[in-house]
């Protein structure tokens, strides 16, 4: 096992691109194996293209012989699992892709650490939506709360948690297993609700449309930084306990129309809205308001960033950026698995 050598799946995300970020800038004896689905877009990579501690791989998470190929060769000390069908909508639209990409998935990497590198600390990213159904005397939501998923996504996280909780019991598979709440930040894709609304707003402020359209605005989540999250990613691999989940979130929940609110007060321009009925879903999280008491006793962990301040403005500055003048996708990895 490579005791500074950490690999991440789905790294071209807005979690995955930001972690590397966070262990390039926090942890400068690391180096990183940057997963990544072939012909992905690579815009929230680009910057790091020449970075020597940086090694990008491709690899499908449903294919076996390459997920076991590339962790047999790199023999990471840490593997964040990032990698998913993360979009809830579409996992309606394509359930069995989404219970391929994440269950499959999962599976996949599980094996190949028990085969290969059962030292290995692995990081299964769940979501607060598997709790689903939350009822109003059980919030702030606890890791103790029943798990009720509303949607194929939501079911899809249970089972990667579950089987991560069978690794660690059956095989000793040191899996830690994390919930986050809600999480945004300037990568985030323009599907989510945080960059519908900021990419709205900006286009209204340049008069390229009147109101906003969007779908439930009476939904209530915890948002987060996503420079926060993954700061407690990596501190649940020094300090958490295997096997067993941690809530990420700030403990502090919004409304959708508030987050219009907010952001049009942040643009100056009105918060008209027309709901829109193409953007409901069949069944929505009424709220998901959380606990994570238990992360900050086991590692310290607090929010650095003000959600609305440094968060929510800053994407709505970045999409005002990105309407004037996208910047091209970019492509540049080659070639396979060193061997």
Known sequence: MNNKLVLITGSNGMVGSTLIDYIL????D???????????????VAHLKNNDRIIFEQFNLEDAHEVEKTIEHYQPCKIFHLGAQSFVPQSWKSPSETFDTNVIGTINILEAV???VSECVVQIAGSSEEYGLVYPEETPIKESNPLRPLSPYGVSKVAQENLGFVYYKSYGLKTILTRAFNHEGVRRGE???????????????????????LGNLEAQRDFTDVRDVVRAYWMLTEMGEFGTPYNICSENTYAIKGLVHSIAKIAGISEEVV?????MRPADVPIL?????KL?????????????????????????EKITGKPEVQYFIKGEVNS
């Open 191 to 213: 599907e989510f609700i945080t960059s519908q609304i900021c990419k709205q707003a900006a286009e209204i402020a340049m008069d390229l449309r009147d109101k906003f359209y």
């Open 289 to 293: 308001y959380g606990n994570c008491k």
């Open 275 to 279: 709901q829109d009925p193409s953007r």
């Open 296 to 320: 900050k006793d086991k590692t310290g962990w607090k929010p650095e960033f003000d959600f609305l301040n440094d968060c929510l403005a800053g994407m709505f500055a970045h999409w005002t």
């Open 114 to 116: 028990r085969r290969f």
């Open 30 to 44: 690391y180096k990183v194996i940057a997963c990544i689905r072939r012909h992905s877009n690579l815009e929230n």
């Open 25 to 28: 800038e926090n942890h400068k």
